[in-house]
């Protein structure tokens, strides 16, 4: 095992509310254990095209509190090729990067995993989606406050709903996962959710819009994008065609979601993941992501970390039922 | 001019926030001076329904600081027949009440004005609508709330767009009126913004959009909903075929503009001109929509304050183009 | 085991946020098992002076989002008395009430300890309290809401601090544990922390404060009041005498740190715990606290859910060390 | 009169959340106008200190949305004396400043007023500050996003305040006007307001504490900092004197209130006075503050600015009372 010197640090994928309280936590421990540090800006894009530039505890100055990511982020073509990938490490050898923290969710740890085999960088991967949908970690970083920010949306549409006897299909974002929608379907007192994990079944909705409190007109439903039955816009179509009579409405939560300030929890665990993979390059770890599980820090190979076996637990679609008596 | 004993109050049309807060004041300064008050549900339709119970001080208690409105509103065909008019009239005669005032915006005041010319009964009315586009009033009781709430949203997508170096084109809402897209294109630093007031000139947007700095990637265009381009998504369509080089994303705010908390000014402009409404009646006005212009409560009849006379200040324009160098 | 028939609700000690998420889970849950469920006002102290009222499923309408709690909630001498504990049991077979669940703290579930073995009413405790301070669940409701409170208040301060390159030493809740200053001190980027469960060494504070970032001026301490050098007033007093040169001021965050709309985390914890408090009644449980552990429902009997054996985790405090470098 | 060529910022005095928006604004259109922008750091004492530094629009980037002052603040005693002038004047020559924008309050244009008589630098100056304590505007720069911080702050206290029916004696920013105090007080349906422009009466409080609803235990009271009947906790010790049997409370607000993420209007605001201020120093301008005055830009000599002549209407205190009844 070679000494390493200097750790690389950048964000990949989709942004998440979290990622520069990682970044910060990333440069900071690394500097308090001696290492220098280097941001890669635009993720593999930019670490292909030699975005790479010094970083000290000061770049990472009050920035614990914002979102987004100052090491912005991107999908890269070029880095899922060969060649595209040689030059990513030709780059990192220019710069004197021997090591690599890379912040992102899925893809990022399948291209981390893919370079691991091909050259001699130690890459360890922290969790930043809003999605939540990776294995090897209870909660992934950015997907507490995107909860937040979907039930504060929600919040704010039942105040129109309420006023106007309105039924509300909502879709929030998941495209293989519904755990946004779950946890937000049950923290919003929704009727019903629909999630991709689960057959949508359009006349089991209808029923239980017909069936739940009859003397109650105002009815919220939670869809998360990757359902199967054409998302928000079809399913309120389904049940404006069923009942002519309800005033039914879609809204499309969008972008929103993956903005804004994060929450105490996603820079705690931001905070802890960054320093526990310094501490983990400095061990000898590698192609691992690091993770919370029970509370305490976990390693996770990026193979098993990219999974998508996150599991609903049936007791969260049951309360739903139950509460929406 | 009969002695007025007991005032019915409601709220119509688009639910704002602030409508509580206005709710409060109208009850409390009618009980303060010694009227009786009758809550209507469900705006006009109620009224002919026959929606009416007493309100005290405490049917009040806990409101002023949640959005929608406690009285729920609709809005109604059969009001617009002298046949609904009548039965309307009826229900007032029959629960007592013998003056009334309308929280809403520019067709609740329509009705009202109407109705006072047909029947006897005083009515004055409260600005009450987010898009802020009545004459006789500075601003409309829940403005404030929506344009904090775009801002907040539009700075929640901004993380994003700055993370990915992303066009963004948000629609905020204003069928009529460009209001709500001007002052929260300025707050958000916005490239451009496309209002119904004004002829959408696609080129002129590109143009700007191309030359505004070119060193900068992540640009947002706030669009109202009434413009006549064909609205957000058309003008993405645009964009993109004309710069298939930029990530143009659209994203539509929605009904989330409509909820919330209502801000400080809007609930202080509700407690004002609730009780200015209930002190008006008392003192003999009817017809008159109660506003408050250069911070005194001021009277203007509703054939004037319906009429969309509302202009944009060019020096707002101006404003976005100078900020956005 | 005697068949339940009417299910007992309230709250109790400090209020939470979530507690009303709480009740209306409880509320529903009995319902879609077929319970009566009572609502009973002001805890302890409203059982003893017969405030108890009928519930149903739409008792509990729109709370879901409310702070506070609709129950009330009181501290009571009097249940401290034999004679007292005599009295609300006659209350609750006057009202035909034969379970309760109790949501609150350590004092709620001491009480409810006392009463379950004086009187044959089966108890089952949910945790609701903003300081997670009990052994037998993970987080306890209103926890996850307080902390963001927490952030949110210090990132204004931060704003101040930054801009006047001030010293502020801000006072969190925490009499008895530091758990809200552990989180909100990583998650503010505080350069120390102060809490009960470690002796406080001002020395040590002022070298930290001095060595840390010497070219930074303005830097955050997060202070739990329950700490032994005298509170956030003496501390800063001791920080003024050390380093006259600094600005040094005092902000005690004080009862804004209960209230406030509930997290989402909070919700979905409040909702499960109160399906799972109906069930475990139903089951024949008694005199257990329902919290979850590692994401799973568990019970823990009151005489163990009370004692304060949460630990602090010791990498936590060398968190805050190695981020204030 | 000389051509100007290039113009310094600073921001002065406490900081005030849109102070950010303002340097913005001032930057951008000063560039925009073909101007060089000198910015300067921590007020007069940084002036003083040669704290400048070239500006341009990229240095501006990205700030609109962030409460306090990225040119930082301070007050400084060495600039009122004759010798600290004359050395910001040398430092002002040094780095070919020709013009200046002075943000801040009182203190900030009593300086800029005297410097500007001094010295043949044209000086104009922003309303920015949370109090709206300033003649020759309807609003300062930061002092809607303040209101809008406390009410956020006194909704979190309520909720605590109906759960144990507690007297809440809540102390606002003011030391010399009861703006602040003012307008929240309404907003969160406060029983009575404290302010310094009229004599604080502790009978007629509890009088008032007394006979409204009696039935309402839960009583909220905001009182200005500036009073002078010895602050929040003094009240606070009257109240409990004469009203054992209440639970009283006292909270400080304090510094929460000058953070946070400027509101739409704040940013408003301070875009519309920042680009007007710019073309008033080209247009000649000199010694006077830009604000906004029934909706118009205004320009007021710094000698009537700063006078505290803004006056309490009345019927604000009126409204109080009748919708605490």
Chains 1, 2, 3, 4 share one sequence.
């Not at 029970?294 to 970390?305: C, G, K, L, Q, V």
């Amino acid at each position: 095992m070679t000494q390493i010197k200097n750790i690389g640090v950048f964000t990949s994928g989709g942004d998440a509310p979290g990622m520069n309280a990682a970044i910060r936590s990333v440069v900071r421990s690394a500097t308090y254990y001696g290492f220098d540090v280097t941001g890669i800006r635009r993720g593999y894009e930019g670490m292909i095209n030699g975005e790479l530039f010094a970083m000290d505890r000061k770049s990472v100055s009050n920035i614990i509190q914002r979102g987004g990511t100052i090491l912005k982020t991107a999908r890269s073509e070029q880095f899922k090729t060969p060649e595209g990938r040689k030059l990513a490490y030709e780059q990192l050898k220019k710069h004197n990067v021997d090591a690599l923290v890379a912040i992102g969710g899925d893809g990022t740890f399948t291209g981390a995993r893919i370079f691991g085999q091909e050259y001699d960088i130690p890459v360890v991967g922290l969790p930043g989606t809003i999605d939540n949908d990776l294995s090897g970690t209870d909660f992934t970083i950015g997907y507490d406050t995107a909860i937040n920010t979907v039930i504060d949306a929600v919040d704010k549409i039942r105040d129109t709903a309420e006023s106007h006897d309105r039924v509300f299909i909502i879709e929030v974002m998941g495209r293989d996962s519904g755990l946004i929608a779950l946890r937000t379907g049950i923290a919003s007192g929704a009727e019903a959710i629909i999630i991709p994990e689960t057959k949508t079944d359009l006349n089991n909705l209808c029923e239980r819009l017909e069936h739940s409190r009859k003397d109650k007109l105002s009815k919220i439903v939670i869809v998360a994008e990757g359902e199967d039955a054409g998302g928000a816009f079809e399913i309120g179509r389904h049940v404006k065609e069923r009942f002519p009579h309800y005033d039914t409405r879609v809204s499309i939560l969008g972008h929103i979601q993956r903005g804004g300030r994060p929450s105490c929890m996603d820079r705690v665990l931001a905070s802890r993941v960054g320093v526990a993979a310094v501490e983990a390059l400095r061990d000898g770890h590698r192609n691992e992501m690091v993770g919370v599980i029970h509370n305490e820090i976990s390693y996770t190979p990026f193979e098993h970390a990219c999974k998508h076996t996150v599991e609903i637990n049936p007791a969260f679609l049951k309360i739903v039922e139950i509460l929406a008596i």
